[in-house]
């Protein structure tokens, strides 16, 4: 039998030869991590995950130890992930210090809806007034448009003071490479429109936004014999009622939507909150960076397991910083999972800022940086 010095003589050995084996490994998922980034691709891919445990417990022979086997190569797959993320982190942080956020008269600046809705007073509140602005119909077409290159900066509604989060912008936020530049609160007040010589007693059908109904119910449920019908948006309700030119149809819109349409205000500031507030996300292409940003935008989908959301939510006490909203949305055909929209007070050069993102990607299955900016 061999002496215990010559068997631990092998392990040091075989020990060396691995962490050699390691580094080369590690090396090619830094590669892996480049073609990520520059092809905007996910970290996290399961299905390749699976099939490379899958192959290897093919080809190892010793059934007793399988459960080891699928052990180890799990945890390797586990520290490739972290060191993924790293990468792609460092690499936003490298390229933020050089990206500024710009903009002259010859910007192109997109928003869902038209002139007098809310998004485009938010704009002009934002980029001021010589900038191009292009209205879509739809809040997809901004990020596509985006994408696409066709515009340089969009603007959506992301949460509203009195109705909470719009999820389909979260959702978009998940979906397209886009990233958070800047944002801006505007205060909304809706008001009743009709036709000139229209009366509230004239009225059976009501045009607006979803979100408009939300934050004008109480007044809404007075009047239960109306029939409420959304559409894309508060200022196109309006443009709408005009050309129909009908008694018997009013729009939920601003006061700015009444003079632009020349409307009558039937009944003013009907929503239920009196500071009922917007705020609206500025979205570019590129991350920028600024050392007087002062608010993180993060996207996370966390391990479907007991005290997986815990063990994030600890990292913004350890570094003492200031969690400012959470937002769960499930994520698509795999039931009863969540991706969950973070923002928090920090900026990303900062040490404890850096820790905080450091933790939270380690304990997270896929994690995207959404932006640094300054909060309004």
Known sequence: MESLDKLRNKINKIDKEMVELFQKRMS??????EYK????????DENREEEVIETQLKNFKQNSMKSEIETFLRDIMSISRNLQKKKIVESLEHDS???IMEYDHSCRVGF???????????????????????????FEDVPESLEKGDIDYGILPIENSSTGGIPQVYDLLEKHDIYIVGEKCIKVNHNLLGIPGASIEDIGEVYSHSQAFMQSSKFLKTHVNWKLIPYFNTAKSAEYIKKKNDRSKASIASRKAAEFYGLDILKENINYNSDNYT????VG????YDRRYDKISILVTLPHRSGSLYNIVKFFWENNLNMTKIESRPIMNRPWQYFFYIDFSGNIMEESTKNTLEGIKRESSYFKLLGNYKED
């Open 279 to 282: 705020r609206f996300i500025i």
């Open 97 to 99: 210090k050089s990206e």
């Open 112 to 138: 869902q809806g038209i002139l007098a809705s809310f998004s485009y007073e938010a704009l002009i509140d934002y980029f001021g007034d010589k900038v191009k602005t292009i209205g879509f119909d739809n």
């Open 285 to 288: 292409r590129n991350m920028v």
């Open 37 to 44: 980034k520059r092809n905007h691709m996910k970290v996290l």
């Open 28 to 33: 090619v998922v830094s590669k892996v991590a």
